[in-house]
Structure formats: structure tokens, C-alpha cells
């Protein structure tokens, strides 16, 4: 072993790559140059900003072909392919349009090799980092739902927002931080995505199962946080001061970035802290037991030579999220909090909370704290005429759910998972035109109690491992691709017991054989097995309409709650049963899409449909009496249940820039997605409230109005002005079964903003402003995804609002220094 990790990290001295030089120069629609455009190779990783007269260079770049993305604040980007030979300076010339069309993006996510959006076969969706600044967001999940079509999130407050693609989520999108998945207990309701939003330059969503690269968890589709390289002059130190302010919820943000390279070195730092009150809205006022209080820190260094390169990364993550219950006086309808338990505990006699306590940044007694620890390596090497590439990460997620107001230092959910990833590829030489490219990838896992007293899973340990092969053939205007992949997942634990701790007076881990031990979780070892595989084709019928076409099958093994679940899960306040026969979910997944692309317009269509055998959904559990079983008191019992179900939609866009006003865009798209369940016997037994699945989104829309102002004489640049609507129609399909969801009223949501980067007399940025207002009328509303729409302990409101609603009127400010 030592001996091969040796090899690993000789390896790379011991290639040889000729290499070349790519220069050039950016400019704009009107042959003007673009100042400190960002210039990347993202196949070779290396980049460049261009000077103040858009002059930009890229030394050591590995002889052959090669793909230059450029790109530049208030421009679209822009794709160029040139082949680059030993020893050779290549001068490549890139003009940028005043708007974005995406296009021509080139996207690492979801494919074997960079390829451009629109010759991927498999629905891919992209976000750039100026369009995340642009809007005002507590986290980098709600920045994509605004900027994505298909892409939605279950909330639990403004700071939780799970990913969910085409109407499906949890374990069936799999996120990732820069390739690396994300393992943080997913599978939980409240549980966000630990990542740093300042620092992410790029999302990349594919839309549709992409099992075939990912394995298990990646059946609905992936989400990819990408991090920027560095790409200032070589030995010059870089970076940016960040901060912002949110009216609503008074939410504080402050970040700094160092990035450095010289001569093929590449490092970068990042720290940055939030903190936040409760939010407010016109129904419920502040929202009591809504705050957070975050800390990330992110480090990296590496080398990009010509032999390829290879890069070490280390993050940090500490998040003090507080828990709302929802409680509340019946009459006047102020939230109300816990001081007691168990039988003491009367929920509808709870205290007031003062208004101090609302208006306080303090993190209340109940509360949860995640700390998320990654290291990882990502290495780039050319070898034998093609290219490994090779990522290993170990991280770390620490979990604790403060539930006992009577011992607050006590949690109550205390679970420590770590995490081993292996990710590798290789990309073989082509051969007569044919892209050939083999891998493997895994994880192992070990999920532990530590210091608790409620236990919704056990201590489990899984190994998962899948291997694939993946082929492309251009044709023309015609290029096909396809691939297959085999997974097994071994999932496995011991007799798990439950008994009570004198050292705590709550519930402990027990010891086998004990008198008083109580066995929770007997043991279960089983092993998961599939096959997935993918065949698609896009082809560019003029150089305005491409088409394309993907046939997909989907795999992914039951999560650990849905096989072994059965205790409380605080922090989402539902007490969890699992079932141990479950079999594995596969579905087949048909997309067929229209794009269209020109100077003025581009618009698309995607149309698709899935059908999922074995479908795993959670519904409430009744009692013989037809009422819902209460396991215990002030918390919901879910029990998960298996069918098959059919889920199909479209998304659909629309962006204009008038050939008369280049300075005017008006973009705009809506999604649709229908999930119901296809099994024809359950259907008939339970009737019409058991049709549609749960978690299904309403048809969305949002139309954006922008205006930049053209760049004059003074010492601003990049100046705009925009208004948005986001509208959401009624959600009257929804599972109706054992009163698990409601129906959703829809609304309509405005939207302003204006923003300017402020710059030298040389041209060069000195500040970026954005000034953000979301929710102008102040609309009180409930998102159908929304999970505090059902903290309701009353049978009816005075009011006649049940539940909580969404934030009301905010208003953001951001103000980006780079230096």
C-alpha cells in the first residue's frame, strides 16, 4: 500500500507532456476590449484573467485539443475549440455578448468528459456566480431554485433547503461539493446542504437520473457546487471582502477569499461567517426559534503543470440552527416555547415568547449544531494518451439536536457520521472518432450514536462500490452516447439497545443482556444490487436547433430510515418506522428536448417522463379507529411505505434580447411536474386521496425584465436594473392520504433590483453593489414545499391561517471588493 501511494505521487514527475502557450484577447460585441475577463481550460484546469486591454495568456497547456471558456461580468460566456501544438502559441480572439446565453456553457457534471449543454443528451442547467450575487439568498440551494427551472427545495426555515429535481429529493439527488458527494444525513427533513454559498462560482444540475456515473443516489439527478480556481497574474495575491445584509431577518454576512498561483502553484483560502435572527412575516410577525448562527472555513492547494495536475482540499463547516416547533397561544397566536417535558410538557400552556427572545441573534436552548469536516484530493494526470482522473476524500458529519429544555447541554439527537469516497476514470485515447472512458467509484461508511437519548436509526456501517463504462461517437451533426454500470451497496448492523441512563434520567445505549435494555434495532445485514445504464443522442440540425433525446435506467438502494427507522427524530418532530423488506427503487426515464439558439433569442423545451418501481414514500400511520397514531405526544408518526409510481413535466424557456437593444433581456421559463402513484391495486383500496405522491411542486413560472446600462465614460460599468416575478400556481395535487399533505393556494411574488460595479480610472473593478428587494407587497403565502406549513397544533386558527408562512418583504444589500 505504501509503496502505491508512493507511485501515486511520483507518478506525476515521471510523465512527460509537450505543452504550448494560449493567448488572446477578449473583447465585446462592438470590438471594445473586456477588462479582467476570466479565461479557464477547465479539462487542463488552468485559467487566466485578462488585463485591462482584455489581453489574457495561458502557459504550460498540454499539446492537442483544446476548449477555452471565457467569461466576464455582464457578458455571457463563451466557448472556443482549438487544436495546440508542441511548443506552439495559439492566439485565440473570443467575443462576448452584453447577455448571457448558456448554450454554448461547457459543463463537467453528469457527462464522461467536458462537454458543451447542448450536446449532452441528458437535461443539464447551469448558475453562474454573478447570477447567485444578483439575488438575495440564506443559501446556495435557494440561489439555484431561483435561477433553474425543475429544481425546487423542501424548506424548514429560510437556512434548510433540500435539493429536489422533477418532483423527487432526499437520497434521490445527490449533491456534490466540487465531485466530492455530500453525506450529512440527508435523509432528515431538517438537515441543509453544509456548504459554503460565498464560495461556490458555479452550480451545475443534471436533471434526470445520472446513476450511470454516480451510482445509488443519484436516480432523480445531481447538484454540483463548484468553487473557483485561482485565475489572477501569476505572483500576485488576489481574492475579494464580501459582505451583506438581509432586512427580514436581520441576517449579517461577511466573507474573505485569498487565491494565489505561480508558475503551475495554485492555493486559495476562504473564511466566511453568517449569523441570523427569526424571520418575520405579515401573519406570524418574527417566527419564533428561526435563527442560525454559521462559521466555514475552506482551504486548497495544488499544482496544474503540463503533466496534468492535482489538487487538496480542506473545509470546515460549524452551523448553530435553531429547531422551531410551532407552538403557540390558541387566541392571540404568539408562538409560545418549551420549558418542560414528557407528561409535564402541556403544549397548548406553554409560556409567551417575549419580544426580546424574537428580536434576539442568541441561539435558543433548542437548537441543533452540524459540524462538517472534509478533506479531499482531486487529481488530473495524462497517461498513455488519455486521462486518469482520480478523486479520494474522508469527511466528517457531527450532528446534534438540543431537544431538552429541562437539560440543555443534553442533546437528544447525537449522531457522528464519516464518510470514505473514491471516485476514478479513465479516458481512453480515441479510437476511429469513438470516446471511451471506464470507471469505479464508491464509499464506505460508519454512522454512529454518540451521547443521545433518541435514536431513529441505528449504528450501521455500508460499502458501496459500482463500476461503469461510458461511450461517445460524433457523427456530424449526430452524436450518440450511452454507457451501463453494476452497483452493490452491503448495508449492515448489530443488535442495537435502548435503555435508561442514570446519569442523564433520559434514554441511553443499552448494553445486550442488560435487564433493563430494550432492543430497538436487531441486527440486519443485507446487500443491494443494480444495473443502470443510459443511451441518448443530440444532433445539430442548423446551427440555431439542436435536438436531442435520452433513455435512462435509474438505481438506487433504500436509505438507512426508510430499512431501520423506528424512534423519534427531533429536529423534524415525526417519529420514523422503517421496513426491513424493501427492495431497491430502479425507474426509466424517457427526455426529449428542443433548444434554439440565436443572436436575439434562445428558447428550449424539455419534455420527460419516469416511471419507478418500488417507490418509497413516508404517510402518516393510523390506528384501527381511522385516527393518527400518536407514538409520542407533539410529534407525527410517519410509517414508509413501497409502490410504483409515474412522474412526468416539462420545462420550458424563453429569453429575448432585442436586436435594437442590446442593453434589454427579458427572460422567463416555467416548469411543470406530476407525480402519482402507479400501483392500481393501492389505488383502488385507498381511493382518490392515495393518487398523487407526496412533495410534488405546483407549476412554477418566473419571468425576469433587465436592463444593463451601457458602459459610458464614467467610472461604472456593468449597471442594471431588473424586476422579477416568481408565481406558483394552486397545488391541488398532492397526497391526500391519512391527511399527509394539503392543498396550497398559489401566488405571485415581485421582485427589484439594481447593482453597479464601481471602478479604477484604469478600468479595474473597486466594488460591486447589489441591492436586492424580494417579496414587495409583502404577500403573505405558503410554499406547497414549505414543512413549517404543517407545525399546526390547533384543529383551526382564528385567523384562518394554519401553519406558518414564508418570509415576508426583505430586502438585501451586497457589496463584493476585489483585489
Known amino acids: 500500500m505504501k509503496n502505491f501511494l508512493l507511485l501515486l505521487f511520483l507518478l506525476p514527475q515521471l510523465l512527460w507532456a509537450q505543452t504550448g502557450t494560449v493567448t488572446g484577447t477578449v473583447r465585446d460585441g462592438q470590438r471594445r476590449p473586456v477588462p479582467f475577463a476570466s479565461v479557464a481550460l477547465p479539462a487542463a484546469g488552468l485559467g487566466a484573467t485578462a488585463d485591462v486591454q482584455g489581453v489574457f495568456q495561458v502557459a ?26 508542441a511548443g506552439q502559441t495559439l492566439d485565440v480572439q473570443v467575443v462576448l455578448t452584453a447577455t448571457a446565453a448558456d448554450l454554448g456553457e461547457v459543463v463537467v457534471t453528469g457527462v464522461s468528459r467536458a462537454t458543451e449543454i447542448r450536446r449532452s443528451p441528458v437535461p443539464i442547467a447551469t448558475l453562474g456566480r454573478r447570477e447567485i450575487n444578483l439575488n438575495a439568498n440564506t443559501n446556495v440551494i435557494d440561489a439555484a431554485v431561483r435561477g433553474i427551472p425543475g429544481l425546487s427545495a423542501v424548506t424548514t426555515g429560510p437556512n434548510v433547503s433540500k435539493p429536489f429535481i422533477r418532483g423527487l429529493g432526499y437520497n434521490r439527488v445527490l449533491t456534490l461539493y466540487n465531485g466530492l458527494r455530500q453525506e450529512g444525513q440527508q435523509w432528515g427533513d431538517e438537515h441543509g446542504v453544509e456548504v459554503d454559498g460565498y464560495d461556490i462560482e458555479r452550480v ?39 459582505t451583506e445584509y438581509q432586512s427580514n431577518n436581520g441576517l449579517i454576512g461577511k466573507s474573505l477569499g485569498l487565491n494565489y498561483q505561480n508558475n503551475g502553484f495554485q492555493t486559495s483560502f476562504r473564511a466566511s461567517h453568517r449569523l441570523a435572527r427569526d424571520y418575520r412575516n405579515s401573519v406570524d410577525g418574527a417566527v419564533y426559534n428561526t435563527g442560525f448562527r454559521e462559521l466555514t472555513l475552506t482551504g486548497m492547494a495544488g499544482l496544474a503543470k503540463a503533466w496534468g495536475s492535482s489538487h487538496w482540499y480542506l473545509t470546515l463547516y460549524d452551523n448553530r440552527q435553531e429547531i422551531p416547533d410551532g407552538s403557540r397561544d390558541s387566541l392571540s397566536r404568539r408562538f409560545t416555547r418549551q420549558v418542560f417535558e414528557g407528561g409535564v410538557d ?77 471516485d476514478m476514470r479513465y479516458h481512453l485515447p480515441d479510437w476511429q472518432g469513438l470516446q471511451i472512458s471506464l470507471g469505479s467509484n464508491g464509499m464506505g461508511q460508519l454512522n454512529r450514536h454518540q451521547n443521545a437519548t433518541d435514536f431513529p436509526i441505528p449504528n450501521y456501517d455500508l460499502l ?8 461517445k461517437k460524433p457523427l456530424g451533426k449526430l452524436e450518440l452516447s450511452g454507457g451501463l454500470r453494476y452497483d452493490t451497496r452491503l448495508v449492515n448492523w448489530n443488535d442495537f439497545y435502548v435503555a435508561p441512563n442514570p446519569a442523564t434520567s433520559f434514554d441511553g445505549v443499552g448494553r445486550p443482556g442488560s435487564v433493563d435494555a430494550n432492543l430497538q434495532f436487531p441486527a440486519f445485514r443485507r446487500r443491494y444490487r443494480g444495473v443502470s445504464a443510459s443511451a441518448g443522442a443530440s444532433y445539430v440540425a442548423t446551427e440555431q436547433l439542436t435536438l436531442r433525446a435520452n433513455l435512462a435506467r435509474g438505481y438506487r438502494a433504500p436509505n ?235 384543529g383551526a386558527a382564528p385567523n384562518g391561517r394554519a401553519g406558518i408562512y414564508n418570509p415576508g418583504r426583505n430586502v438585501g444589500v451586497k457589496v463584493v471588493v476585489p483585489f
Request: without cysteine; charged residues 15%.
Open 464 to 471: 458501496d462500490a459500482g463500476g461503469f463504462l461510458l461511450l
Open 60 to 85: 504550460d497547456v498540454p499539446a492537442g485539443p483544446v476548449r477555452l471558456v471565457a467569461s466576464a461580468v455582464g457578458y455571457g460566456t463563451v466557448t472556443r475549440d482549438a487544436t495546440l501544438a
Open 560 to 794: 438507512i430510515p426508510e430499512i431501520g427507522s423506528n424512534g423519534l427524530d427531533p429536529g423534524a418532530h415525526i417519529v420514523y418506522l422503517g421496513n426491513r423488506g424493501f427492495r431497491p427503487e430502479f425507474s426509466w426515464q424517457q427526455d426529449v428536448g428542443l433548444l434554439w439558439h440565436q443572436p436575439t433569442l434562445d428558447a428550449s423545451v424539455e419534455v420527460f417522463h419516469n416511471y419507478v418501481q418500488n417507490f418509497i414514500y413516508q404517510a402518516r400511520l393510523l390506528g384501527a379507529d381511522g385516527q393518527p397514531v400518536v407514538i409520542v405526544p407533539g410529534n407525527t408518526t410517519y410509517q414508509f411505505q413501497q409502490a410504483a409510481a409515474r412522474l412526468y413535466g416539462l420545462e420550458a424557456s424563453l429569453n429575448l434580447r432585442p436586436a435594437g437593444a442590446a442593453w434589454l433581456a427579458w427572460n422567463s421559463s416555467v416548469a411543470f411536474v406530476n407525480g402519482e402513484n402507479a400501483d392500481a391495486t393501492l389505488r383502488e383500496r385507498q381511493g382518490s386521496a392515495a393518487r398523487y405522491l407526496p412533495l410534488i411542486p405546483p407549476l412554477r413560472a418566473r419571468s425576469e425584465v433587465r436592463a444593463t446600462l451601457p458602459a459610458g465614460a464614467g467610472r461604472l460599468t456593468g449597471t442594471y436594473v431588473r424586476a422579477t416575478v416568481d408565481g406558483s400556481a394552486r397545488q391541488s395535487r398532492f397526497l391526500a392520504l391519512d391527511n399527509s399533505e394539503t392543498a396550497t393556494a398559489g401566488y405571485a411574488l415581485l421582485g427589484l433590483g439594481v447593482g453597479t460595479t464601481f471602478t479604477s480610472r484604469a478600468g479595474r473593478p473597486l466594488a460591486q453593489l447589489f441591492v436586492q428587494v424580494d417579496n414587495v407587497f409583502d404577500t403573505a403565502y405558503q410554499a406547497h414545499l414549505n414543512r413549517l406549513k404543517y407545525f399546526e397544533y390547533y
Open 204 to 242: 451545475e444540475v443534471v436533471k434526470g437520473p445520472a446513476s450511470l456515473l454516480y451510482g445509488s443516489d443519484a436516480v432523480a439527478g445531481v447538484v454540483n457546487l463548484l468553487p473557483a480556481l485561482p485565475s489572477g497574474p501569476d505572483g500576485q495575491l488576489r481574492g475579494e471582502a464580501l
Open 346 to 422: 402541556d403544549i397548548k400552556n406553554r409560556p409567551l415568547v417575549t419580544d426580546k427572545e424574537l428580536d434576539s441573534y442568541a441561539i435558543g436552548s433548542l437548537h441543533q449544531r452540524i459540524r462538517h469536516y472534509r478533506v479531499f484530493t482531486k487529481t488530473q494526470l495524462h497517461l498513455g494518451g488519455g486521462e486518469l482522473h482520480l478523486l479520494l476524500g474522508a469527511q466528517q458529519n457531527s450532528r446534534e439536536e438540543f431537544n431538552h429544555p429541562t437539560a440543555p447541554a443534553q442533546p437528544g439527537l447525537a449522531l457522528r457520521l464519516t464518510t470514505y469516497t473514491y
